[in-house]
């Protein structure tokens, strides 16, 4: 358990220090995560809510931020190059979430030129059983998606990684709400970028 809770422990904090200078990433983070945690309550009660607002809302601000608004220069602060920290990213980087992100705008297409999906639905009657099969895909591509690295990484490092991997994606959102819950006070006063001291100091 103690290796399980460090290797946890250092996912986080990698993947803070690494992908999460911009304070407009951070912000996008923080409406990202209380999506997601909207999400959590209404896959119980409304899946297709949850698919609406998990993927809609929140996976494309959290995106958003990381392609659009975290730096791709040389990170002074850690020392290291855009293309190192992609080649070390344990979860999905830029050009895995281009494939994932790919595979979910490109699914509604799909379901629109053949409504049963070859054959895992029944025929569509309506716009709102089309909204609601294309709301299944995409809770099982998240799913999918979630399962397919877990495994992936179980396979190429350790199993300790993908379990730790798997339980920080999960509870991500509760993370970074309280990580990044003050980011929209400091775009407020005009820091765009955050000093990392945090990092500055264990480094």
Not at 34 to 47: C, D, E, M
Not at 86 to 100: A, C, F, S, T, W
Not at 154 to 160: E, I, P
Not at 165 to 170: G, S, Y
Request: hydrophobic residues 50%; glycine residues 6%.
């Amino acid at each position: 358990m103690h290796a399980f809770l460090a290797e946890l422990k250092k996912q986080r904090w990698d993947d803070h220090r690494y992908y999460h200078h911009s304070r407009i990433n951070q912000t996008l983070h923080l409406v990202s995560a209380l999506s997601f945690l909207t999400a959590y309550v209404f896959i119980f009660t409304n899946p297709v809510a949850a698919a609406l607002i998990g993927w809609l809302v929140a996976m494309v601000t959290r995106q958003l931020g990381h392609f659009v608004f975290e730096s791709k220069d040389y990170d002074e602060v850690n020392q290291a190059t855009h293309a190192h920290k992609e080649d070390i990213k344990v979860g999905y980087n830029l050009r895995r979430k281009v494939v994932l992100l790919s595979i979910w705008g490109a699914s509604p297409l799909v379901l629109w030129l053949d409504p049963t999906l070859f054959g895992i639905f029944g025929a569509t009657h309506g716009h709102a059983e089309f909204l609601r099969h294309v709301c299944q895909v995409w809770l099982a591509l998240g799913v999918g998606a979630l399962l397919f690295r877990t495994v992936q990484l179980c396979l190429q490092q350790s199993v300790l990684t993908g379990a730790a991997w798997f339980t920080k994606i999960l509870t991500d959102p509760f993370h970074d709400v309280k990580l990044y819950c003050r980011a929209p006070l400091y775009l407020l006063r005009g820091e765009l970028v955050d000093p990392m001291d945090d990092v500055v100091h264990q480094a």
